[in-house]
Structures are given as structure tokens and as C-alpha cells.
């Protein structure tokens, strides 16, 4: 049984622990046995943006990080829905709902969201549990078959609402977010989404970061670059967001990546 650390998560309504990795994730897992906290200022995002009753989308839920900050900032009468592909972490993401006594408020479901459902492969990272890809970057990663589900067939007649979508899916979004498109036209507003932006993974899966923009663009919502080193939110016209993106896609092997708020700040 893999070892449950205690979370030091400001802002928390009680007291919160989560299994790890026992070895071999060197990122997540580390950050939280060492600091009891991953991405502090997205934690504080996903927490003010979050109220009780709310219901929230965690795509990419890893181990259940988010997904249990957000299941007790929504509390028994919100809903959180918490897509996981990977075996051993989708593993780890039902044991730390049920140590944090939120299975009921938090469906789990082992598969990873695309734009059409079907049949995949998940290419796995040996160092970083958070680094599972859908598709094939790099020569010799192990690989598991996976379930793919197109987002907004899944979840139509199983919310009515959304309020905040968390995507991190290691150069995957523009498939979630294609997949999850006609859900969100239908809602009765937009939600939140703080959604990882990196060119060179998304032109690896296939899409660009170009793309990715404009398709977020399209929402009609302000778009913002998560900024955290500062701990603030700066907002960026669509236009000079994927200007970016094209200057990180003309230097061969750049990754650099940031993560985006879309909709107005909380």
C-alpha cells in the first residue's frame, strides 16, 4: 500500500492526506511528500473558483489531487467528475477518495477523454506519473490499452451544469476540448477552465497550439496566462496567445508551456 501524506493546503475546509507513489514519480508524488502541496497558485485558483453545490470537471486527474480539493470545496451537494486512463494512478485516485470520504460526491472514471470514443494506448513516462501520453512522442515508453470517450456524449444527461474544467493531458487538450465543445455551447454558461498550454506536445498529438487557442478563443471568454511564479493572472488577447505559440513551435524541440485561465478571474 502506497504511502498517504498530509496536504498543507491553505484555504482547505479540513484536513486532507493522499496516497503517492511509493517510487519512480519523480514530480507530483516528490512535490507532495516533500511540500503537501502541487501548484500552489492553480490550488488557489481551482479554490476560489469553486463553491458548494458547484460541479467540476477534472480531466487528467492523475491520483486525485485536484479532484479531492474540489469534492470538499463543492461539498454533498456539488459533483465533481475525475477522468483518469492510467492504471496506477487511477488506482491511487479511488483509494484517496475513499481515505478523504468523497466517493460520493466525486465520480472516478477510468478512461481519457478525446474526440472520438474507441480504443487507444496510453504511453507511459517511468519518471513522472503525470507525463502519460495518449500518443507516441518518444521510442520505448511501455505502453496500456485505454478507453477513450468523447466528453460531451459522456456527460450529457449527467450534468447540467459545469462551473470549473481542469484539463492537463500531457498534449491531448485540443481533443478534450474538441470532444467537450458542443457540451459547453449547450450549458447555460461557460465554465471556468484552467487548461495546460504547450505547443510542442499538442503538434506531437497531432493539433498545434495555434489551434488550441483559437478553439478556446471561440468560447468567447477572457483569456488569462496563469502566472505562477507571481501569483497573478495576466490577461492575453487570443491573438498574441497563439502569436506565441507559433514562436515556440519556430525553435525546434522548445518546450516551453504555460497554463491558462479561461473566463473572467475569481
Known amino acids: 500500500m502506497s504511502s498517504a501524506v498530509p496536504l498543507s493546503i491553505p484555504g482547505a475546509s479540513r484536513p486532507l492526506r493522499l496516497r503517492v507513489h511509493a517510487g519512480g514519480d519523480q514530480y507530483i508524488s516528490r512535490r507532495l511528500r516533500e511540500e503537501g502541496i502541487w501548484e500552489p ?10 463553491r458548494p453545490g458547484d460541479v467540476c470537471v477534472d480531466v487528467g486527474a492523475n491520483i486525485g489531487y485536484f479532484s479531492v480539493i ?3 470545496a463543492v461539498g454533498p451537494a456539488g459533483a465533481v467528475f475525475a477522468f483518469e486512463p492510467g492504471e496506477a494512478n487511477f488506482a491511487l485516485l479511488r483509494d484517496n477518495l475513499a481515505l ?13 477523454l478525446a474526440l472520438e470514443a474507441g480504443e487507444g494506448s496510453l504511453f507511459l513516462s517511468e519518471d513522472n506519473a503525470g507525463d502519460h501520453q495518449v500518443f507516441a512522442a518518444d521510442a520505448g515508453r511501455r505502453q496500456q490499452a485505454i478507453t477513450l470517450l468523447n466528453g460531451s456524449d459522456y456527460l450529457c444527461g449527467r450534468l447540467a451544469r459545469m462551473d470549473l474544467l481542469k484539463v492537463d493531458v500531457q498534449g491531448a487538450e485540443y481533443a478534450v476540448m474538441a470532444g467537450l465543445l458542443p457540451l459547453l455551447r449547450e450549458l447555460p454558461r461557460v465554465p471556468r ?3 495546460e498550454l504547450t505547443p510542442l506536445s499538442l503538434r506531437q498529438a497531432g493539433s498545434s497550439g495555434r489551434q488550441l487557442v483559437e478553439l478556446l478563443a471561440s468560447l468567447q471568454q477572457p483569456l488569462h496566462i496563469i502566472d505562477h511564479i507571481e501569483h497573478r493572472l495576466v490577461a492575453c488577447p487570443g ?4 502569436s506565441w505559440c507559433d514562436a515556440v513551435d519556430a525553435v525546434p524541440g522548445d518546450a516551453g508551456f504555460m497554463n491558462v485561465l479561461v ?3 475569481p
Open 70 to 72: 474540489a469534492a470538499h
Open 100 to 112: 478523504n470520504a468523497c466517493r460520493d460526491t466525486v465520480r472516478a472514471v477510468q478512461a481519457a
Open 239 to 242: 491573438a498574441e496567445l497563439a
Open 41 to 50: 497558485y492553480e490550488t488557489a485558483l481551482l479554490l476560489a473558483s469553486l
Open 193 to 195: 477552465i484552467i487548461l
Open 263 to 265: 473566463g473572467a478571474p
